[in-house]
């Protein structure tokens, strides 16, 4: 039986990485998915081609997430193809990691457009576009619970995240759509494993319960669930999807 045929659904970044398993899932249980990329066509074409292989419609649609004029184009486009818009799932990030002392005013700017004003620009079409009964997933990271050096501007970004959601969920409850932030830990992604030694992999999955890094299909799983009728009575709240990291 699959729990979400019917439903149309935008996943922010899902050319690759969480983004892309997370579109399949939601293909795989029956949703109507739109494949959101910033410069990674082809990533996305192939994700989209994925999710049609399992006999479920797809398109891709290219916006910079921290551009607001693109955001609404995007979902000026999603609405006009399929009428409306009932879930956004709100994946797409970026993670530089470096001491705080060594963060340029770029860098600190770059992670604050994309992860924060990103966010915020698709809430803000959401909160008047979103179908009655829809939900609003955002993403945070586990890292605002385990605090590392080199993460500063980026926990910083992910707990205004955390934030807004809390907010945004009390802003748009009275039409019945529910809105959560998961947080995953440490997963098997280009964003994750970049420039990090075996040891520095090995310490980080020691961390888990389950002693291992997560992969994408088990940040995948819990969206599927908490964007299902079954987790309609759950808003406002903050999940932590790390294996019982933090
Ligand atoms: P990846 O780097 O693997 O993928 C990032 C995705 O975001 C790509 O699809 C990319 O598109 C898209 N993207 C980047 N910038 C923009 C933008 N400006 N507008 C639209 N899309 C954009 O990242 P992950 O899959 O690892 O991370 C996904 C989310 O999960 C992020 O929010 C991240 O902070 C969070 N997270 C990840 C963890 C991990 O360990 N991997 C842990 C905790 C949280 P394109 O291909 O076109 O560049």
Same mark, same amino acid.
């Given at each position: 039986?699959?729990? =979400?045929?019917?439903?149309?659904?935008?996943?922010?970044?899902?050319?690759?990485?969480?983004?892309?398993?997370?579109?399949?899932?939601?293909?795989?249980?029956?949703?109507?998915?739109?494949?959101?990329?910033?410069?990674?066509?082809? &990533?996305?074409?192939?994700?989209?081609?994925?999710?049609?292989?399992?006999? @479920?419609?797809?398109?891709?649609?290219?916006?910079?997430?921290? *551009?607001?004029?693109?955001? *609404?184009?995007?979902?000026?486009?999603?609405?006009?193809?399929?009428?409306?818009? $009932?879930? =956004?799932?709100?994946?797409?990030?970026?993670?530089?990691?470096?001491?705080? *002392?060594?963060?340029? $005013?770029?860098?600190?700017?770059?992670?604050?457009?994309?992860?924060?004003?990103? @966010?915020?620009?698709?809430?803000?079409?959401? &909160?008047?576009?979103?179908? $009655?009964?829809?939900?609003?997933?955002?993403?945070?990271?586990?890292? @605002?619970?385990?605090?590392? +050096?080199?993460?500063?501007?980026?926990?910083? @970004?992910?707990?205004?995240?955390?934030?807004?959601?809390?907010?945004?969920?009390?802003?748009?409850?009275?039409?019945?759509?529910?809105?959560?932030?998961?947080? +995953?830990? +440490?997963?098997?992604?280009?964003?994750?494993?970049?420039?990090?030694?075996?040891?520095?992999?090995?310490? =980080?999955?020691? =961390?888990?319960?389950?002693?291992?890094?997560?992969? +994408? $299909?088990?940040?995948?799983?819990?969206?599927?669930?908490?964007?299902?009728?079954?987790?309609?009575?759950?808003?406002?709240?903050?999940?932590?999807?790390?294996?019982?990291? &933090?």
């Amino acid at each position: 039986m699959k729990t =979400l045929t019917g439903k149309i659904i935008l996943v922010t970044g899902a050319s690759r990485g969480i983004g892309a398993a997370v579109a399949h899932k939601l293909g795989a249980e029956g949703a109507t998915v739109v494949v959101n990329y910033a410069g990674n066509k082809e &990533a996305a074409d192939n994700t989209v081609a994925a999710i049609r292989e399992l006999g @479920t419609e797809a398109m891709a649609v290219q916006a910079d997430v921290s *551009k607001s004029d693109e955001v *609404k184009r995007m979902f000026d486009t999603v609405i006009a193809q399929y009428g409306r818009i $009932d879930v =956004l799932v709100n994946n797409a990030g970026i993670l530089l990691y470096k001491l705080i *002392k060594d963060t340029t $005013d770029e860098d600190f700017d770059r992670q604050f457009a994309i992860n924060v004003k990103g @966010t915020f620009n698709t809430m803000r079409e959401a &909160a008047t576009r979103l179908a $009655d009964n829809g939900t609003v997933i955002n993403f945070s990271s586990s890292t @605002t619970r385990l605090l590392l +050096p080199t993460y500063g501007p980026y926990v910083a @970004t992910k707990g205004a995240v955390e934030q807004m959601t809390r907010v945004f969920a009390k802003e748009v409850g009275a039409r019945g759509i529910n809105v959560n932030v998961v947080s +995953p830990g +440490p997963t098997n992604t280009e964003l994750f494993l970049n420039g990090k030694t075996q040891e520095a992999l090995d310490r =980080l999955a020691s =961390l888990s319960a389950f002693n291992r890094i997560g992969e +994408p $299909d088990d940040i995948a799983k819990v969206v599927a669930f908490l964007v299902s009728d079954d987790a309609k009575w759950i808003s406002g709240q903050n999940i932590g999807a790390n294996g019982g990291m &933090a």
